[in-house]
């Protein structure tokens, strides 16, 4: 039971962290039809940045963390403004295509300015735990879980409650009636891709935190979010968390648990066989909607 | 008119170059060569399944483990000849393309691409877990082709007349023979009633169905065509680097096969060869660059820089030119008659308004 418990936090923990980058997925999703491939590669360049800041230039860890994350929120907008705006009116196939593009361009520009060595991510939590009951909790899978809680509920306000949130939630019901009602569009995806950034920002930074560390593996740690944001359907928000906390939960889980049968590091890739069996079950997702299609 | 009478005229030309060009390469260009070709042979698969018939599938990877590790356990464990087991690599890839086929039929556009993504990553767990096929993480040694009287093993050379063709230079010839067949077959398929099946799908599903196409059919047969070449040109691309590690088959390569389609021109039968010769030579003419560092002297890294610059490749080719190669040579070619209108029939247009936003 201990061990039921102990594995039951850690995969909340993590499943909190997908669930952050899974959120980022649906707001671009929502708002322009296109899966960013290239968010893992967002999340290694913000946890790299992160580390950058707080061990090599020596800002206090908090301000880092700000600093990346509007980092790569102005990355994020650039890259639209630069490569995406172009092909308006292009194929979803290709705007897709050019996030993969991009994904494999930052990564490998990460890769090549920072070296292939791990890094230290330079937290002030880094492997410190306090015990609940028979649990042990380390301090940055706690904070993972409130800071990921907090981001979601400033989101969901944001998207709730403000005239921009408005705009988005608009451009994703009908871009073309939203556009004429004169809503800037443009400006609504460009702010969707700079919410991705900050949100893979976070991601990164916990995926990366204690037992891990910044290092070049996050990327496709990164893309077993992809499960989380298709078993929750790609334009549902309150779906990509739900299944981002399932597919960590499922992660550790398995981790714990699997037979040896199934092989060693089998969790890596427990997330992908959920999304197959439930795909093939519902092919839009637990809460995702069949798009009518008009002929 | 003029048009075709210059693509009749390119053919041979092209063939011709395809043929000499080992002679006239150094050993480590040919090298390069020989990989380009070998990988234009799964990028013409790719091309049928995502140029022909506008699914778009991360999962190349996985086909070409397929057939290279059917490749290893045929030739190298059990002794049969590459006569059999180079065609056993496709046929097996094949069978695994037509049970991931299916998956498309309910899956349309993105949920394709990630589920995809999916196999590759579980494709490579398999592979490391079962020592007896593929040696585990370590990796395992490929058998080299022996047909008859022509023997691929390193050391050996064939004396044809007064020519020496070596080690390379047997397997460009055999990848260069294949190749053209898989690209005489991609190119007629357009023209048949599956091809144009395919064609019908890419462009609009549901009124393909409308009209009678048999979407299932179309797109199963798609993966299974895609495959077949993908699990060759993988069974050659082992036999080639003789030793592979199950991680070599990852996503990065399914990416580059992407990359080679889209730099080349989706949907045209001469893009994936021009494509792949972008994207597979990259290594070796990055590596020849005077600014770019010996490997281990610190500084960038050649597969960094490869990295880098295939993303770019296909982001600006996507931006800009979204024909690729061919689109730029047809428009260099619209240029130079100026008088005649520009020829804006789109190679590629994938439509696939499943996807497209309400």
Known sequence: MTQFLQLLFEGVSLGATYALVALGFVVIYRASGVINFAQGAMLLLGAYLISWMAVDVGLPFGVAVLAAMGALGAFGAGFHRVALRRVVGQPTFVLVMITIGASIAVSAAVEAVFGDNQRLLGDPWGSSTFHVGAITVTWVKFWGIVVAAVALAVYFSFDRFTRWGLAMRATAGDEEATLSAGVPVGRVHALTWALAGAMATLGGLFLAGFPSAPAHGLGDAALRAFPAVVLGGLSSSVGAVAGGVLIGVVEVMTSGYAPSWLGTNFYAVAPYVVMIAILLVRPYGLLGVKPAERL | MSRSLARRGALPAFAALAVALPFGLSASNLTTATFVVIAAIGATGLNVLVGYAGQISLGHAFFLAAGAYTGAVLGEDHGVSAALWIPAAGVVAAIFGALVGPMALRLKGLYLAIVTLGIVFIGQHVLLNSAGISGGPQGRTFPPVVIGPFDFSPGQT??????????SGLYYYLGLVILAAATAFAWSLRRTRGGRAMLAVRERE???????VDVGRAKVGAFVVSAALAGVSGALYASYLSFAQPTQFNLDMSIQFIAAIIVGGMGTAAGPLLGSAVVFALPSVLKSLPFVPEEGTGGISVG?????????????????????LVGLADRLRSLGRRSAAPDFTPAISLNTPEEAHP
Not at chain 2, 304 to 324: A, K
């Open chain 2, 206 to 212: 549901a009124a393909a169905s409308l009209m009678g």
């Open chain 2, 304 to 324: 960094d820089l490869t990295s880098i610059s295939y993303g770019l490749l296909i982001v600006v080719f996507l931006v800009l030119e979204p024909r690729g």
């Open chain 2, 158 to 167: 064939l004396q044809l007349g007064g020519l020496t063709i070596d080690r």
